[in-house]
């Protein structure tokens, strides 16, 4: 092992990113070193390294690994550890590691652990050859999926499954997923209606519709051909009696699909929020409390998904449930990967691939 090559973010609050060769750490007690051959892109890489999220704390330092649906192999063990195995695939996750004893974590609110760290935001990522992460928190992988495949379950499968299981429905309901060709949302379709028994309703540009049927849709409603009210019947033309969904599940990053998520949602219904908009917070326009008290609505916030969810979604990708739409690409296309993603122009989740 002579070298860790990785892409650094160059110049935060932009895409640029610098290649180089870093030193390759040392574990420590309770860590594990990890070779990664794999690592997803997700959005959220492309908020840290841009800055456009507001609601982080802190500004993204220069010289930052982002990177956080790393796979792997286990080639080193920290003092104090027998688990994982050297040789053995784990995966490293946006929450890298938590405390596992305050009473979030007891609660299996991983998201909300004061000693959180976060892959790839002030805790070196999984966009290089060699990381060392916590041995307790790392998500063993499953045979049965490739490392390319189980990357971009780390997150995104990881985070649409547990939003799924917080919308109080039960297998024949209906459910719209709003933004459901893109990576997280071909994936929650193929939860919902494979592994949940969901009859699924997918909004998303035209271009998506064959995915989006492809993955265990029902329906699919191209969003630019209609205009909200017309969205709105289009939507409860096809659930039971014309109440409405279920449940809507909101993994686009856009404000307009908050504001349009009410208007789906039968009387008792609950929306779950997971898609974070960038820029300045806007309130849901269509959330006014009348409305909410009189149709008793739910709605649920949910990021991420806490270490037993993890081992589910991985374990329905190996049984062949679900599967993810890759594209793999080399390192060093980062940036380019980034602006494409920007651009809304990826059709499948980008996956690098560790020289």
């Known amino acids: 092992m002579s070298g860790?090559?990785?892409a650094t973010y160059a110049e935060p609050g932009s895409s640029k990113i610098a290649i180089e060769t870093l030193d390759i750490p040392k574990p420590a007690a309770g860590e594990v070193l990890v070779k990664i051959t794999h690592s997803g892109v997700c959005h959220s890489d492309l908020a840290v390294c841009t800055q456009a999220w507001p609601i982080?704390?802190?500004p993204t330092q220069k010289g930052q690994v982002g990177g956080h649906e790393?796979?792997?192999?286990?080639v080193e063990l920290g003092p104090g550890v027998q688990e994982p195995k050297l040789g053995s695939r784990v995966g490293i996750k946006w929450l890298s590691s938590v405390c596992g004893s305050c009473d979030a974590c007891l609660e299996g609110d991983d998201n909300t652990c004061a000693s959180q760290k976060i892959s790839g935001y002030y805790t070196p990522g999984t966009f290089q050859q060699f990381v060392?992460?916590?041995?307790s928190y790392a998500t063993p992988i499953p045979l049965g999926v490739s490392s390319a495949e189980a990357a971009p379950i780390l997150c995104a499968g990881l985070t649409v499954y547990s939003g799924l299981?917080?919308?109080n429905t039960k297998p024949g309901d209906w459910i719209v997923i709003s933004g459901a060709g893109g990576g997280l949302g071909h994936l929650a379709v193929q939860y919902a209606s494979r592994v949940l028994g969901l009859r699924v309703i997918g909004i998303d540009h035209g271009?998506?519709?064959?995915?989006v049927m492809e993955c265990g849709a029902e329906e699919f409603m191209d969003f630019t051909q209609f205009n909200d009210t017309e969205l709105e019947e289009a939507v409860k033309k096809f659930t039971k009696g014309g109440r409405g969904a279920n449940a809507v599940v909101v993994v686009s990053a856009a404000n307009k699909s908050y504001?349009?998520?009410?208007?789906?949602?039968?009387?008792?219904?609950?929306?779950?929020?997971?898609?974070m908009p960038e820029g300045t917070a806007v309130p849901i326009q269509s959330a006014f409390p009348a409305r909410i008290t009189n149709q008793q609505f739910r709605i649920v916030g949910s990021a991420i998904g806490n270490r037993r969810e993890a081992i589910e979604a991985l374990e329905f990708a190996a049984r062949g449930l679900v599967k993810c739409h890759i594209k793999i690409e080399k390192l060093e296309n980062?940036?380019?990967i980034f602006e494409d993603m920007h651009a809304g122009n990826l059709q499948a989740r980008v996956v690098v691939a560790l020289p």
């Open 334 to 336: 980062l940036s380019k």
């Open 56 to 58: 982080l704390p802190f």
């Open 132 to 135: 060392c992460t916590s041995a």
């Open 4 to 6: 860790n090559i990785a």
């Open 259 to 275: 504001e349009q998520a009410l208007r789906f949602l039968k009387p008792l219904g609950t929306l779950v929020c997971i898609g």
């Open 207 to 211: 271009s998506k519709r064959a995915l």
């Open 70 to 74: 790393g796979v792997g192999e286990v």
């Open 165 to 167: 299981r917080k919308t």
